[in-house]
């Protein structure tokens, strides 16, 4: 089969391979993915949110099978697009995308439905916001009604900082039409855990769970970024947690969005904290995460696209999905400076013996050479028995890949151990 995968980063990276690992994939194009890719896709110049484009190219080249990675492709539509061209694609459509492309749509779904996330209120009205800003509980969360590069979301902790916040979101409009309504919600305190699952509008299957690492610097300060590292599984999501997840959001919100008429068929990834008065919602993704995917892909033992193909045909509750015992780690190594300005254009080298574990984010060939080419740069990815030993292993693989300028985060892991030793 000729597989044809939408994206261009790290995570996109991971899905491609574990797609090659399936023996009914023959070729797999990447749209358009970067040069670090180069050896296990063919890689075609078309970006991601170029739908006309990748439609042509479905079309033109006889792809039998799209996965659409990235946020804005999914929620301009290119899911539907490609279906009316008949290609199966892995993906939630446009009208079941809007679950990540506004936060308004889907804090008014947990409300409607029950699902329990933070308190919050919608404004469309500066003023109506900046005055609400005047009695609110403090610290508060600010966050923009529409896709903002993952920036979108403030956390105040005085009331003139939740205030400069609105302002920068509906008057200087930084976020574009993004902020032209926004949600103020209760600050909640708790462990975070990612979860991914496989969903096909009925059957919903929790992959194995993760924690990612958001700010830029060690022991998390810094600025917020993509995410700097992860590990699976999460230790702070017990069987006891992630039954109690399946019963109050993972299956409410999937029928919920099939009572709304928006069947979610994809990737559906709950951000989840972990609160005194049990779990609740952060943020919906529709979409694999980043770097998430890059340790939960690593450990998934079933064949991908036959998962994948089962959530499309809407037969997922007829598929065993499988995930390995083991840990898995990944660090991500970056240009210094990421998130803000960095350089770029370096020579990158990573060890043939170990390019199987890298997952490779911005980069680019030029002359037959990588180099740097974004502020995420690759992901160096291990599995091992223990966490402790895949948190090892994952640094022993960033100790032998060289770049100039690099930086990385030198404690990814280390609030997961610390859990375990909580219990
Ligand atoms: P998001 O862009 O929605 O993933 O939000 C970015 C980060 O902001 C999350 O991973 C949380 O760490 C934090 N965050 C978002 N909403 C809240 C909230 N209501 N309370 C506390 N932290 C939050
Ligand atoms: N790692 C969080 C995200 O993919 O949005």
Do not use: W
């Not at 792809?63 to 290119?78: E, K, T």
């Not at 539907?80 to 459509?93: R, Y």
């Not at 840990?327 to 350089?343: E, K, L, Q, T, W």
């Amino acid at each position: 089969m000729k597989i044809m995968v939408v994206g261009g980063g790290g995570r996109e990276h991971a899905i491609i391979k574990k797609l090659k690992e399936s023996p009914a994939v023959s070729e797999i194009y990447a749209l358009p993915g970067n040069g670090g890719m180069a050896n296990d896709a063919t890689l075609v110049p078309i970006a991601a949110k170029d739908i006309e484009a990748i439609v042509d190219f479905a079309v033109k080249t006889g792809i039998d099978y799209a996965v659409v990675a990235p946020d804005d492709p999914l929620v301009l539509g290119a899911v539907d697009a490609l279906q009316e061209k008949e290609i199966p694609c892995f993906g939630p459509d446009r009208r079941a995308a809007i679950i990540e492309g506004s936060k308004v749509f889907s804090k008014n779904l947990m409300k409607k439905h029950g699902i329990p996330t933070a308190a919050y209120e919608v404004f469309s009205d500066m003023e109506a916001a900046l005055s609400y800003l005047d009695t609110a509980p403090i610290p508060t969360v600010i966050k923009a009604d529409g896709l903002a590069l993952g920036k979108g979301v403030i956390i105040a902790m005085t009331r003139e900082e939740a205030k400069d916040a609105v302002r920068s979101m509906m008057e200087d409009k930084v976020f574009g039409k993004s902020g032209d309504n926004i949600v103020i919600e209760e600050f909640l305190i708790g462990p975070e855990v990612s979860v991914l699952s496989f969903t096909d509008g009925e059957t919903v299957v929790p992959m194995i769970s993760s924690m990612d690492h958001k700010r830029a610097g060690d022991n998390d300060t810094g600025l917020n970024t993509g995410g700097m590292g992860t590990v699976a599984p999460n230790p702070y999501y017990t069987a006891d947690i992630a039954a109690q997840c399946m019963e109050t959001i993972f299956l409410p919100t999937v029928r919920a969005m099939k009572a709304e008429g928006r069947t979610f068929k994809g990737c559906l990834y709950f951000g989840l904290m972990l609160t005194e008065n049990g779990p609740k919602v952060i943020e919906y993704n529709c979409r694999f995460g980043d770097p998430e995917t890059q340790v939960v892909l690593p450990l998934l033992e079933s064949d991908l696209l036959t998962v994948m193909q089962a959530v499309t045909n809407g037969t997922l509750k007829d598929v065993d999905v499988m995930f390995s015992d083991k840990h898995a780690c990944c660090v991500i190594m970056a240009s210094n400076g990421y998130p803000s300005a960095y350089a770029k254009g370096y020579a990158i080298a990573i060890p043939e013996a170990i390019a199987d574990n890298v997952y490779v984010a911005g980069a680019k060939l030029s002359d037959g050479k990588l180099l740097t080419d974004g502020g995420r740069v690759l992901g160096a990815t291990a599995v091992a028995d223990s966490l402790a030993d895949a948190i090892k292993a994952s640094y022993a693989l960033v100790d032998q890949i060289h770049f100039d300028n690099k930086y990385y985060r030198t404690d990814i892991g280390a609030r997961a151990m610390q859990a375990k030793v909580e219990g």
